[in-house]
């Protein structure tokens, strides 16, 4: 007998955890994508859709399926999620990472809020539609991607670069981090629509010097140039900068606090939100954080250069300022070498697909206000973007009130609410029929 969609979630997310797709930025050592790739193609097969599998290098595999809707002269809504996760060490673990295992009423497992469970209701969704005949208003290309956490070269970018033509038509995207909630009262929730993120800037710094013998008096030194540059950038904090979608996310928290917030100066307030205070302090404000150091091959030799990677997140529209300030920091000697650039992206919360959005999350939870805000890290939607589609982070999750999510993300024991996972699925459900 067919499993409702919201029993069959549980199944479809524990059977995704437990294909481990590690990803560690890095070819020879990452596990791929093939075998959840596999098990996802399987899953839409079995339900008579035509799954197209697609390897950018062996073991990289994404899936992308479309499903035709009533109105196929409407543009086409994307719904994506990535199936790679960022490593675990099980030694650090309550369970197995790669366990699935449910207790407490969570299902536990790298992989089960970033963004397996996401993957799983999608597929939950589908699936129970294609077996009892339902057609969507619109068409729904369904994209499951590799490479996610390592930039998505080899995944959504690659497939956007390689064969544009799967995204024929799609005007609009949902996929991660967005439509989580974040409880005020009993009675009020907040979900968390994400409608920008920003932009990615990774630089290496180089700085010069002479090099010598370490036994001299030295006053041209590029380690100790590199590391007195590197320290005042990592104590540096730019300037605050609200742009429209953290002002009318300040805007509706400070309603719904009751909180007065000057959006010029939202800083105090921020560090009042808890849990995701650390989310949404990032997003008013470029950042500049160092994350390696090079230099150096012998203890007595003094090298003639040394560099530093800094992971910069830049805001809309401010990667040109943004460039000029770092410069002023770093100071003048400091070569600077661009390893790795993507911009920010912001919409506007308005339109149609929002409005659905709002509704479906009330329709399930009476209690429900939807509100837009800022990502701080970077998503596919950055590659799916080039081709001019508005994405946004709305993958519905209702979370009880004392559970730190964001830390979740990457964290150690990381898992996903059995009950939000089962809400997820009535709310994507009702929303893609609206949409
Ligand atoms: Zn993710």
Redesign the pocket.
């Known amino acids: 007998m067919r499993k409702p969609a919201t029993d069959e979630v549980i199944d479809l997310c524990r059977d995704l955890i437990r294909i481990d797709t590690t990803n560690t930025g890095d070819l020879a050592t990452s596990a791929g994508e093939r075998g959840a790739a596999e098990y996802v193609a399987t899953k839409l097969s079995e339900v008579g859709l035509d799954p197209q599998l697609f390897e950018s290098r062996p073991g990289r595999a994404s899936v992308v399926t479309r499903i035709p809707g009533a109105d196929s002269s409407r543009g086409a809504l994307l719904v994506h999620g990535?199936l790679d996760v960022v490593p675990a060490d099980a030694s650090e673990w309550s369970v197995h990472p790669f366990s699935g295992e449910i207790k407490d009423d969570f299902i536990w497992g790298r992989g089960a809020v970033?963004?397996k469970d996401f993957d799983a209701m999608a597929l939950a969704v589908v699936r129970e539609w294609q077996q009892t005949g339902y057609v969507p208003p619109r068409d729904i290309v369904l994209a499951y991607t590799a490479d996610?956490?390592a930039g998505s070269d080899y995944g959504a970018a690659f497939l956007v670069d390689e064969h544009p033509e799967l995204f024929e038509g799609c005007t609009e995207a949902i996929g991660?981090?967005g439509g989580f909630s974040y409880t005020v009262s009993n009675d009020l929730r907040l979900y968390m629509i994400q409608t920008a993120e920003k932009g990615i800037d990774w630089l290496r710094v180089h700085a010069t010097g002479r090099p010598g013998h370490g036994s001299f008096v030295h006053d041209d030194n590029a380690v100790t140039a590199l590391c007195e540059a590197v320290a005042r950038v990592g104590r540096h904090r730019f300037p605050v900068v609200v742009t429209p979608t953290v002002r009318a996310f300040l805007e509706e928290v400070g309603e719904a606090l009751h909180i007065e917030i000057d959006p010029d100066d939202p800083e105090a307030a921020i560090a009042k939100l808890g849990p995701i205070a650390t989310m949404i302090g990032a997003t008013i404000r470029n950042t500049a954080n160092p994350t390696r150091l090079n230099a150096g091959y012998k203890d007595n030799v003094i090298p003639g250069r040394a560099s530093a990677t800094i992971d910069c997140r830049t805001l809309p529209g401010q990667f040109e300022l943004f460039r000029e300030q770092l410069v002023e920091v770093l100071g003048p000697d400091l070569e600077i070498e661009s390893i790795h650039r993507q911009p920010a992206l912001e919409t506007g919360f308005d339109g149609a697909l929002v409005d659905a959005m709002a509704l479906a999350l009330k329709a399930e939870d009476p209690g429900a206000h939807a509100v837009p805000y800022m990502l701080s890290g970077g998503?596919d939607a950055k590659s799916f973007a080039r081709l001019g589609i508005r994405c946004f982070g709305f993958a519905p999750l209702r979370l009880p009130p004392d559970l730190n999510f964001s830390a979740l993300?990457h964290g150690i024991d990381e898992r996903v609410p059995v009950e939000g996972l089962q809400f997820g699925v009535r709310v994507l459900d009702r929303f893609l029929r609206q949409s």
């Open positions: 990535h970033d963004m996610e956490e991660e981090v998503t993300f």
